[in-house]
């Protein structure tokens, strides 16, 4: 880093280097068993340099590749946004790193002990360490350490199964047991009823909040707006966009997973609703697009483009059973959401393990091969009610990690291949 | 003699297991995007590093920049890997020649030649207005080397170029957000064979027609034909994914799903029109190898045979519990990813039948010439593709493009209805995302264009 550092001081009137370097240990386990054991190591320097309105991104890990950009970037025109520097100097340093987490990386031999079930368990386990320093051409000096323990599980009972997942900042084997117990207890449903295409008052679980809450964030980067790929493309700061019981926060000052105090830039992060009580706040702005919208960074740099940190729906007042209690759908996993349109939210995601069809609040069966297909718009319009009980959420896809309620939501439309 | 030779043995004998594969790892690659015409950004990134992975219970996988950061662990688990194929592994090099060199231009004259592509594009005489054209062009050069078990050596060299492009258009009050990707291996003269330029002014003038004249559908049983981008796509999820060996046997179970042919053990799968292929070996392809990662020589893999399971797609950890050998489809995505079972190039067989004749036999119907959504059942039995370019046909004519279709059905349902295909086969560039930590690896989907009998077609 210093060696970086004093090339550019000398050459190029602003600049950021990020540090990043993970250390993870991920167990993988196949039919109750672990199948591999992965340690992976990854340093990376992720470097952009500046002269006027030229600029260039690079990996580089010599000073000869970072000579070889400078003289990329003095020939390349000028560019229609370019990322900027915060003026904020000075040191900052912050470590939160968990002991259970670091001792898991080196030894795994714990993982046996979480895959005592009646059913065979699918999953993985995973502990890291993320290090993260950034140094800019403003005199901003940070460094930052955290640990994350992140894990799901699949369990299979026959043809029907259930899955979970958490994530934590420190080694948590409550966590697990109750990922096992939520996944067991989704693959005890076996009765089959079938459910054909039309409107249904639907409980979406964390973990499909985690996935399509997910997409609702990055389409609020400010990128997407700009470049019009979102459903806030057309929407301004004070717009109803959802329902009154709505709110999502991106919570970078929290104890989440992803959680860091300052940006790619150097701004400091801070916590904010991107949507409030069904009011749009803010998009999510790094210095340059925030710039071209004529606001303030909101500290979710990303250089060009904006990103989110860790999300958080606000809890609603009702318990997870009371949720249940009518006539309603109970998604309890998706995966692969795909958007036919993103200025209008057009969207299909499909419902996997358990679809447990509730009749007056009892399960009468679970069903399978249905999809949610509506618009996003609709999804957070159409909030009715949320639990109180909210859990800690990342998964294999659903990676941006975040808190999240079960969510009922009036007339969406499942559709069934 | 590989150029990181002497690390890789010194890591070999660092880890003293029966099977042990290490390797070298970089893809180095560049990025140009702009706006409108005007430059967005320029971007360079270089990945690189070494792994080994041995067998030793589990299989264990370690990774790092830094080859002496490379150790074997002492904890021990149960496996659930009960052995491997031990074939022995091959020596070779395999590479895919840049015609013109990718640096053979300097950026400047990249950045000139796209932002030439771009005005043109946005130049065009359309009624429709173009909100934005974001164009990405990306080259890339993997390079590998591997040493199986101390006495293998391999190497691979791999350039690659996609342009993406993602449109923003409005026109007679609606509004399409699009995103299309063109790529092959090879050098820069990729740029004029996969006529970069003629294709996005095809696709912004499709558009433009799209949202003035786009009427909508009435759902229902149809005639379907399918375009060579919707048939490279179906060959790819319903069933390039479902006959990787590990899937059917659960090892993706939590991750990418299962396998309709471990639920539900079809015994045909589609008409006996359906054949698909996948094909490392195919010339210019983006998912091009001739050796795998763990030393096996590729060939092309026939997974549907006239409408039923003929192979799956294996790595030496997979065969033997079919009693099979290794058809050489381990990859992985970089030097910090584990090798799997991956696909490669999977598309439908054409057949003899022209493109006019698939059409004449049609008296109602749609042609579906793209998509945007598409999803499928981690069975990978429900899918469903929601049509961007579509048309009605009636009487053997392609008539008026028709607003937003959609194909929703099951994998053998819509395989069975399959009564004819087309002699053309084109190929489309993918990233195919699978294993955790995930790993997203270039393919390339293809087909002919492929017709369809009475299938759902329901609308948005």
Known sequence: MEEFIKFLKERVESYAVLKNEVVSTVVKIVDSKVEAVQRIKETSYNVMIRKGRRFLVSKVYTPEQLREGLGIMDKLPESRIVPKVHELSGERRSVKEDDGILRFMSDTSSVEDFLNSRYQVHGVLSASRFKRELVTSAGFHGNESRTWFQGYMRVRNGQYSGQWAFSSPKYDPEKVKITLNKAEEYASYTERIDLGDGYYDVVLSPMVMANLMMSVSYMASGYSIFTGNSIFANRKPGDMVGSEKFTLMDRPRGEELNSWDFDDEGFPTRDKAIISNGVYETPLLNLEIAEIMGKESTGNAGWIYPRPWTLEVKEGEVSEEGLLSGNVVLLTNNWYTRFQNRADGQFSTVARDAVIVFKGGKPVGTTSRVRIADKLNNIISNVEELSKERYSIAWWDAPLPGVYPYTLIKNVHLSKA | ?460
């Open chain 2, 1 to 460: 003699m590989l150029a990181h030779e002497d690390d890789l043995l010194r890591l070999t004998r660092r880890f003293p297991y029966s099977y042990v594969e290490t390797r070298y790892h970089k893809i180095s690659s560049r990025v140009i995007s702009l706006l409108n015409g005007e430059l967005l950004g320029v971007y360079r990134d270089e990945e690189a590093g070494y792994s080994v992975r041995y067998l030793n219970g589990p299989l264990y996988f370690v990774a790092s920049r830094d080859p002496d950061d490379l150790r074997p662990t002492t904890e021990k688990h149960e496996g659930w890997e009960p052995g491997l194929w031990d074939g022995e592994p091959v020596s070779g090099s395999y590479s895919v020649e840049e015609k013109q060199k990718l640096d053979s231009q300097n950026l400047e004259e990249k950045i000139s030649s796209l932002r030439d592509i771009s005005r043109e594009v946005l130049s065009q005489d359309i009624r429709s207005k173009i909100n934005n054209l974001i164009l990405t062009y990306s080259e890339s050069v993997e390079e590998k080397e591997l040493v199986i078990n101390g006495s293998s050596l391999i190497s691979g060299r791999v350039p690659r170029v996609l342009i993406s492009f993602n449109l923003v258009m409005t026109g007679n009050g609606r509004t399409i957000t699009a995103w299309f990707e063109l790529g092959q291996s090879g050098g820069l003269e990729s740029l004029n064979e996969l006529r970069v330029r003629e294709h996005l002014i095809e696709k912004v003038k499709s558009l433009d027609h799209l949202l003035q004249s786009g009427r909508s559908v009435s759902p229902g049983r149809k005639d379907v034909i399918l375009s060579s981008v919707l048939s490279g796509i179906m060959a790819h999820e319903s069933v390039g994914h479902p006959f990787e060996a590990d899937r059917v046997l659960g090892r993706e179970f939590a991750q990418a799903g299962t396998s309709y042919m471990a639920e539900l053990g079809l015994k045909r799968i589609g008409s006996e029109m359906v054949n698909v292929a996948d094909d490392p070996t195919v010339p210019k392809s983006t998912g091009f190898f001739l050796i795998d990662d763990e030393g096996v020589r590729a060939r092309r893999k026939l997974l549907i045979k006239n409408g039923e399971p003929n192979e799956f797609l294996h790595d030496r950890f997979t065969a033997p519990r079919f009693n099979y050998v290794s058809n050489g489809s381990a990859r992985a995505s970089g030097f910090d990813r584990e090798p799997l079972v991956r696909m490669s190039n999977t598309f439908f067989l054409p057949g003899e039948m022209s493109f006019q004749e698939l059409l004449e036999d049609v008296k109602e119907g749609i042609f579906f010439k793209s998509y945007m959504e598409w999803n499928i059942d981690d069975m990978r039995l429900g899918q469903r593709y929601t049509g961007l370019e579509a048309y009605h046909v009636k009487s053997g004519e392609i008539g008026e493009p028709v607003l937003f279709p959609i194909l929703e059905g099951t994998t053998n349902e819509l395989l069975s209805s399959v009564d004819a295909v087309d002699d053309s086969l084109q190929f489309f560039p993918g990233t195919c995302g699978k294993g955790d930590p995930d790993q997203g690896i270039p393919v390339w989907l293809g087909g002919p264009d492929m017709r369809l009998r009475n299938v759902p077609v329901k609308v948005i």
